[in-house]
C-alpha cells in the first residue's frame, strides 16, 4: 500500500489521485476496473484525507494530555460511511467529478457500500450517533465494541415469513479498516484462583483455563468539518496458538484447526437481545471479550502516557451503553487491585470516578442477569470481586437503615430462587453516574427498577435525553430539504441545528410550504420506485405515507397499528363512497429470531398488504407495504419521504425512541403516546403540531394493576371486536384459518401491552390525521414547525450534557 503523503495530496486533484489509487492499491487499470474496484479506490482517495487528519487529532489529545472519552458499547449501527465522511469533509462534489470524468457516477456507487450493520436498533445506532458528534464536537473519543463478521442477520422476507440469513458485509473486504495486530491482548475465562501468598495478605492469581488474543481493527470516525478524526476499535479475536502444528501433521487437519474455530465463534454474530433474553453462554463470554480488551487497552494507554494509575479518572472517562459491558467495573477492579496491587476500596473508588453507565430499557425481561453458577464458572475472580462490592454496598445500605426487601433489591445478587448475578446493581454501584435517555424514562428508573438504589445513592441518576446526529438523519439523508432551508435561513444551522427555529418566523409562508412539499413529493417518488423494486408493490407518492420503522416488539405496538389498519380496510369497503385520505401504510422491521409473537406480526403485516393491496374495492385509497431487511441505509431513504411517523408505544415502555426525532426532523408529523421522548418532542413541538392519543404511563400502571378487562374493552368497541374477528376467523389468512387464533385471544386474555385500551383512542386519531392532512396548508405548516423546533434532539446537545455533566470533559 502507498501510504498517504499529505504534501502530494494537497496538491495533485482528485480525479489524478483517484486515478493512482485505482492502480496501486486496487490494482487495476481505468479501463478493466469495474464498478466495485471504482467503489473501494473512491473510498480509498477519502480516506487519505482523513487519516492526516486523524494523526494530527492523535497528536493533539497527546500533546494536550486532555481527559479522554471511552464509550463502550456491544452494538454500533453505523450503517455506509463513505457520504458521511464526504459530507463531513466537504468533499461530495470534487469526488463526483472526479468519478464522472472516469465515467462514473457517484450515488451509483455509493449503491455498492455495504451497511455496517453491528446493532439490533435504536441502542446501536445511539452509539453511531454519539461517535459522529463525539468528533463534530472535537472531544477525544475512543468506541469500543466487537468486530461482527456477520453482524445480527439480514432479513429476507419468503411468503410472508422472517427468514434470518447471514449479513456478509465483509465478504468484499472493508476498505474503511485498520488491522492493529500490534494492539492485541489475552482475554482469559474460566480456572481457578488461588492465593500465592496466603500469609503475606490477600494477594491472588487468577489463572484462566483458556485465553484468546483479542486484537483490534480501527475504523476513522469523521467530525463535522473534519475538526476531529476519532477512533472505533473494534475487536476480533484470534486463537494463541493458530494451528496446532503436531495435530495437524499427525493427520487431524480439523482438530488442529479447532482453537482458531473457537476464537472466531466469539465475534461471528450479534445477539438480536434488543428487549429480548438471550442468555446463552457465547452472550456472556462476548461481554467480557471486549470488556477486558478495551479495559486493558486503556490502562495501557494511560500508564503509558501518563504513568500513575491513581490519576485514572482525571484522564478518562468510560461510558457503559446499557449493560451489556457491565463486567468491565468487575474487570478494572481486578486491574487495579491484582495488577497494580491497590487496595480494594481505593481500587473501587477510582473504578467509580471513572465509569458512568447509561440504562436503557425498564423491561423486566431485557434487565440482564446471569446464573451465577455459570458466571463463577466463567469468570472466578470477578465472581469474587462482585461478591465484595456487594458486601460494601449492603453494609451501606444496613447502615442507613434500609429494610430486607431494600436491601434485597439493591444486592448484585438476586437470590431469590436459581441465584443469578444482577448486571444494573452491577453498573449502579460501580458508576459514579446513572442516567437514562429521556425525562420519563428517567423518573420511571427512580420510581421502579432503581428506586432502592438511588435511595442508598442519591446523587447518581440523571437524565440526557437523547439524541441523533443532524448531519445523517438531515443533511445526508435528505439534501432536498436541507437546500430549501438554507435558502430560507442561510446556512448557519449547519453549525448550529437548534438555529432551524429561525424557521418559525416563516412557518406561516406559503411559498415556503410550497418548496418543502415539492421536496416531499420528491422524496416519495423515490422511495415509491424503491418500494416497487422491493416489494413489487405501486404506490401513489400523493398518498398519505404512514411509517412504523423500528425493531419489531410487541411493546412497540406493531399490532395495534394493523388491527386498525384492517379496522380502515373494512370501513373503506363499508363506505366507499366517503371521502377517504388516500394511504400507504408502510412497515418494516426485524424481529429477534426467536420472538414468536414478534414473527407472527411480520407475517400478519404480509397477509394484510396481501389481502388488500389486491382488493379492487380499495384501489388506491390504501396499500400496505412491509419493506424487507430495515436497516440504516433504508431509513435514509423512508424517512424523508414520510408524512406520518408513528409512535405508539404503550406508555412507559420505550425509553426514549430516536427514530421519532428522525422523522420529525425531516417534517413528518408524529401520532405517538405520551411516551419517551416523544413527550419532549410535543414540548417543543407545540401540541398543535402533534398527534398524541391514548393513556399516559401512569394510567397504564393503575390499569395493569387494577383488574384490566381486554375482553369487555374489545367488545365494547364495534370498530375494534370486528377487526379483531376478521383476523382471528381467517379473512387474512385463508390458507391458514387458525394463525392468529393464538395472537388474537392473547389480546382478550390478557393484553399486556393494552392495544384494546388505546384502540378507540388510536382510531379517532388516525382520523384526526386524516383531516388534518386534507388542510393542505395548515399540514405544510405543521410540519414545517416540527423541522423548526427539533434541533434540541441533535446529538450534539446530548453529547454536550454527557460531556460536561458526566465526563467533566469541555
Ligand atoms: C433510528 C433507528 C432505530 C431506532 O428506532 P426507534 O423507532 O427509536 O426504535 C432503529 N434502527 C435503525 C436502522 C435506525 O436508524
Given at each position: 500500500?502507498?501510504?498517504?503523503?499529505?504534501?502530494d495530496t494537497?496538491?495533485t486533484?482528485m480525479?489524478a489521485?483517484?486515478?493512482?489509487?485505482?492502480?496501486?492499491?486496487?490494482?487495476?487499470d481505468?479501463?478493466?476496473?469495474?464498478?466495485?474496484?471504482?467503489?473501494?479506490?473512491?473510498?480509498?482517495t477519502?480516506?487519505?484525507?482523513?487519516?492526516?487528519?486523524?494523526?494530527?487529532?492523535t497528536?493533539r489529545?497527546?500533546?494536550?494530555?486532555?481527559?479522554?472519552v471511552?464509550?463502550?458499547?456491544?452494538e454500533?449501527l453505523i450503517?455506509r460511511?463513505?457520504?458521511?465522511?464526504l459530507?463531513?469533509l466537504?468533499?461530495?462534489?470534487?469526488?463526483?467529478?472526479?468519478?464522472?470524468?472516469?465515467?462514473?457516477?457517484?450515488?451509483?456507487?455509493?449503491?455498492?457500500e455495504?451497511?455496517?450493520?453491528?446493532?439490533n436498533?435504536g441502542?446501536g445506532r445511539?452509539?453511531?450517533?454519539?461517535?459522529?458528534?463525539?468528533?463534530?464536537?472535537?472531544?477525544p473519543?475512543?468506541g469500543y465494541?466487537?468486530?461482527?463478521v456477520?453482524?445480527m442477520?439480514?432479513?429476507?422476507?419468503?411468503d410472508?415469513?422472517?427468514?434470518?440469513?447471514p449479513?456478509?458485509?465483509?465478504?468484499?473486504g472493508?476498505?474503511w479498516e485498520?488491522?492493529?495486530?500490534?494492539?492485541?491482548?489475552?482475554?482469559?475465562?474460566?480456572?481457578?484462583v488461588?492465593?500465592?501468598n496466603?500469609?503475606?495478605?490477600?494477594t491472588?492469581?487468577?489463572?484462566?483455563?483458556?485465553?484468546?488474543?483479542a486484537?483490534?481493527v480501527?475504523?476513522?470516525?469523521?467530525?463535522?468539518?473534519?475538526k476531529?478524526?476519532n477512533?472505533?476499535?473494534?475487536?476480533?479475536?484470534?486463537?494463541?496458538?493458530?494451528?496446532?502444528?503436531?495435530?495437524?501433521?499427525?493427520?487431524?487437519?480439523?482438530?488442529a484447526?479447532?482453537?482458531?474455530?473457537?476464537?472466531?465463534?466469539?465475534v461471528r454474530?450479534?445477539?438480536?437481545?434488543?428487549?429480548?433474553k438471550a442468555g446463552?453462554?457465547?452472550?456472556?463470554?462476548?461481554?467480557?471479550?471486549?470488556?477486558?480488551?478495551?479495559?486493558q487497552?486503556?490502562?495501557r494507554?494511560?500508564?503509558?502516557?501518563v504513568?500513575?494509575?491513581?490519576?485514572?479518572?482525571?484522564?478518562?472517562?468510560?461510558?457503559?451503553?446499557?449493560?451489556?459491558p457491565?463486567?468491565?467495573?468487575a474487570e478494572?477492579v481486578?486491574?487495579?487491585?491484582?495488577?497494580?496491587a491497590?487496595?480494594?476500596d481505593?481500587?473501587?473508588d477510582?473504578t467509580?470516578?471513572?465509569?458512568?453507565?447509561?440504562?436503557?430499557?425498564?423491561?423486566?425481561?431485557?434487565?440482564?442477569?446471569?446464573?451465577?453458577?455459570?458466571?463463577?464458572?466463567?469468570?472466578?475472580?470477578?465472581?469474587q470481586?462482585?461478591?465484595?462490592i456487594?458486601?460494601?454496598?449492603l453494609?451501606?445500605a444496613?447502615?442507613?437503615?434500609?429494610?430486607?426487601?431494600?436491601?434485597?433489591?439493591?444486592?448484585l445478587?438476586?437470590?431469590?430462587?436459581?441465584?443469578?448475578?444482577?448486571?444494573?446493581?452491577?453498573?449502579?454501584?460501580?458508576?459514579?453516574?446513572?442516567?437514562?435517555?429521556?425525562?420519563?424514562?428517567?423518573?420511571?428508573?427512580?420510581?421502579?427498577?432503581?428506586r432502592?438504589?438511588?435511595a442508598?445513592?442519591?446523587?447518581?441518576?440523571?437524565?440526557?435525553?437523547n439524541g441523533?446526529?443532524?448531519?445523517?438523519?438531515?443533511?445526508?439523508c435528505?439534501?432536498g430539504?436541507?437546500?430549501?432551508?438554507?435558502?430560507?435561513?442561510?446556512?448557519?444551522?449547519?453549525?448550529?441545528?437548534?438555529?432551524?427555529?429561525e424557521l418559525?418566523?416563516?412557518?406561516?409562508d406559503?411559498?415556503?410550504?410550497?418548496?418543502?412539499?415539492e421536496?416531499?413529493?420528491?422524496?416519495k417518488?423515490?422511495?415509491?420506485?424503491?418500494?416497487?423494486?422491493?416489494v413489487?408493490?405501486?404506490?401513489?407518492?400523493?398518498?398519505?405515507f404512514d411509517?412504523?420503522?423500528?425493531?419489531?416488539?410487541e411493546?412497540?405496538?406493531?399490532?395495534?397499528?394493523?388491527?386498525?389498519?384492517?379496522?380502515?380496510?373494512?370501513?373503506?369497503r363499508?363506505?366507499?363512497e366517503?371521502?377517504?385520505?388516500?394511504?400507504v401504510?408502510?412497515?418494516g422491521?426485524?424481529a429477534?429470531?426467536?420472538y414468536?409473537?414478534a414473527?407472527?406480526v411480520?407475517?400478519?403485516?404480509?397477509?394484510?398488504?396481501?389481502?388488500?393491496n389486491?382488493?379492487?374495492?380499495?384501489g388506491?385509497?390504501?396499500?400496505?407495504?412491509?419493506?424487507?431487511?430495515?436497516?440504516v441505509?433504508?431509513?435514509?431513504r423512508?424517512i424523508?419521504?414520510?408524512?406520518?411517523?408513528?409512535?405508539?408505544?404503550?406508555?412507559g415502555?420505550?425509553?426514549?425512541?430516536?427514530?421519532?426525532?428522525?422523522?420529525?426532523?425531516?417534517?413528518?408529523?408524529t401520532?405517538?403516546?405520551l411516551?419517551?421522548?416523544?413527550i419532549e418532542?410535543m414540548?417543543?413541538?407545540?401540541?398543535?403540531?402533534?398527534?398524541?392519543?391514548g393513556?399516559?404511563?401512569?394510567?397504564?400502571?393503575?390499569?395493569?394493576?387494577?383488574?384490566?378487562?381486554?375482553r369487555a374493552v374489545i367488545?365494547?368497541?364495534?370498530e375494534?371486536?370486528?377487526?379483531?374477528?376478521s383476523?382471528?376467523s381467517?379473512?387474512f389468512?385463508?390458507?391458514?384459518?387458525?394463525?392468529?387464533?393464538?395472537?388474537?385471544?392473547?389480546?382478550?386474555?390478557?393484553?399486556?401491552f393494552?392495544?384494546?385500551?388505546?384502540?378507540?383512542?388510536y382510531?379517532?386519531?388516525?382520523?384526526?390525521?386524516d383531516a388534518?392532512?386534507?388542510?393542505?396548508a395548515?399540514?405544510?405548516?405543521a410540519?414545517i414547525r416540527?423541522v423548526?423546533?427539533?434541533?434540541?434532539?441533535?446529538?450534539?446537545?446530548?453529547?454536550?450534557?454527557?460531556?460536561r455533566?458526566?465526563?467533566?470533559?469541555?
Open positions: 500500500m502507498t501510504p498517504a503523503k499529505p504534501s494537497a496538491g486533484d480525479a489521485r483517484l486515478v493512482d489509487t485505482l492502480r496501486h492499491r486496487v490494482g487495476k481505468e479501463r478493466a476496473a469495474k464498478p466495485h474496484d471504482w467503489y473501494t479506490a473512491a473510498v480509498l477519502v480516506r487519505d484525507e482523513i487519516i492526516d487528519r486523524w494523526m494530527e487529532s497528536r489529545t497527546y500533546a494536550e494530555s486532555g481527559k479522554r471511552y464509550y463502550l458499547s456491544l454500533f450503517g460511511l463513505l457520504r458521511d465522511a459530507n463531513n466537504d468533499l461530495t462534489g470534487e469526488l463526483a467529478r472526479a468519478l464522472a470524468a472516469n465515467g462514473m457516477d457517484l450515488s451509483h456507487l455509493e449503491e455498492l455495504p451497511d455496517a450493520a453491528l446493532g436498533g441502542l445511539l452509539a453511531a450517533c454519539f461517535m459522529e458528534s463525539l468528533a463534530s464536537l472535537d472531544i473519543a475512543y465494541g466487537i468486530r461482527y456477520n453482524g442477520f439480514r432479513q429476507r422476507i419468503d410472508g415469513n422472517q427468514v434470518e440469513l449479513e456478509t458485509w465483509l465478504s468484499h472493508n476498505p485498520f488491522d492493529r495486530r500490534e494492539s492485541a491482548y489475552r482475554v482469559g475465562f474460566g480456572g481457578e488461588v492465593a500465592v496466603p500469609a503475606g495478605g490477600d491472588v492469581v487468577w489463572t484462566p483455563a483458556e485465553q484468546v488474543e486484537s483490534a480501527d475504523t476513522p470516525v469523521v467530525g463535522w468539518r473534519g476531529r478524526v477512533t472505533l476499535r473494534l475487536w476480533t479475536a484470534h486463537a494463541l496458538d493458530p494451528i496446532r502444528l503436531d495435530a495437524f501433521n499427525a493427520g487431524d487437519h480439523v482438530g484447526l479447532e482453537g482458531e474455530a473457537r476464537a472466531a465463534s466469539l454474530v450479534l445477539y438480536p437481545a434488543d428487549s429480548h446463552q453462554e457465547l452472550r456472556l463470554r462476548q461481554e467480557y471479550f471486549f470488556s477486558a480488551a478495551s479495559i487497552d486503556i490502562v494507554r494511560h500508564m503509558q502516557y504513568g500513575d494509575i491513581r490519576t485514572l479518572p482525571d484522564k478518562a472517562a468510560i461510558q457503559l451503553n446499557d449493560t451489556h457491565a463486567v468491565a467495573v478494572l481486578r486491574l487495579l487491585v491484582d495488577v497494580h491497590l487496595g480494594f481505593e481500587a473501587l477510582i467509580r470516578r471513572t465509569v458512568a453507565y447509561t440504562n436503557h430499557t425498564l423491561l423486566p425481561e431485557a434487565l440482564e442477569s446471569w446464573p451465577l453458577p455459570l458466571f463463577e464458572r466463567l469468570l472466578p475472580r470477578h465472581m470481586i462482585i461478591y465484595a456487594n458486601a460494601r454496598a453494609r451501606e444496613r447502615a442507613k437503615g434500609m429494610d430486607d426487601a431494600a436491601i434485597s433489591a439493591i444486592s445478587i438476586d437470590e431469590g430462587g436459581e441465584r443469578r448475578v444482577r448486571m444494573a446493581n452491577l453498573a449502579f454501584a460501580g458508576a459514579h453516574s446513572v442516567n437514562g435517555v429521556a425525562a420519563l424514562h428517567t423518573e420511571l428508573m427512580k420510581q421502579t427498577v432503581f432502592d438504589l438511588n442508598l445513592y442519591p446523587d447518581k441518576i440523571n437524565n440526557k435525553t441523533v446526529t443532524p448531519r445523517r438523519w438531515l443533511m445526508q435528505n439534501p430539504l436541507t437546500g430549501v432551508i438554507k435558502d430560507a435561513i442561510g446556512p448557519a444551522f449547519l453549525d448550529d441545528v437548534e438555529k432551524l427555529e418559525n418566523a416563516m412557518a406561516g406559503a411559498a415556503l410550504g410550497e418548496r418543502v412539499a421536496v416531499k413529493r420528491a422524496n417518488v423515490a422511495l415509491s420506485a424503491q418500494i416497487a423494486d422491493l413489487g408493490v405501486r404506490v401513489d407518492p400523493d398518498a398519505l411509517v412504523q420503522i423500528k425493531r419489531i416488539h411493546y412497540k405496538r406493531q399490532l395495534l397499528n394493523l388491527i386498525e389498519t384492517v379496522a380502515l380496510y373494512d370501513q373503506i363499508s363506505h366507499p366517503r371521502d377517504w385520505v388516500p394511504r401504510k408502510i412497515f422491521g426485524k429477534a429470531a426467536s414468536h409473537n414473527k407472527l411480520i407475517k400478519l403485516a404480509n397477509d394484510i398488504a396481501r389481502r388488500v389486491s382488493d379492487p374495492g380499495v388506491e385509497l390504501l396499500k400496505v407495504v412491509f419493506v424487507p431487511n430495515y436497516n441505509t433504508l431509513a435514509e423512508i424523508p419521504a414520510a408524512d406520518l411517523s408513528e409512535q405508539i408505544s404503550t406508555a415502555m420505550e425509553a426514549s425512541g430516536t427514530g421519532n426525532m428522525k422523522f420529525a426532523l425531516n417534517g413528518a408529523l401520532i405517538g403516546t411516551d419517551g421522548a416523544n418532542i414540548e417543543r413541538v407545540g401540541e398543535e403540531n402533534i398527534v398524541i392519543f393513556m399516559t404511563a401512569d394510567e397504564v400502571a393503575a390499569k395493569r394493576a387494577g383488574g384490566y378487562d381486554p367488545e365494547g368497541s364495534p375494534l371486536a370486528q377487526a379483531v374477528r383476523i382471528a381467517g379473512v389468512s385463508p390458507d391458514d384459518k387458525d394463525r392468529y387464533k393464538g395472537l388474537m385471544g392473547g389480546l382478550y386474555d390478557s393484553d399486556w393494552m392495544v384494546a385500551a388505546d384502540f378507540d383512542a382510531a379517532a386519531a388516525q382520523r384526526d390525521v388534518r392532512w386534507r388542510d393542505r395548515g399540514w405544510r405548516e410540519a416540527n423548526a423546533n427539533v434541533g434540541w434532539f441533535s446529538s450534539d446537545r446530548t453529547i454536550g450534557e454527557y460531556a455533566d458526566i465526563w467533566g470533559v469541555l
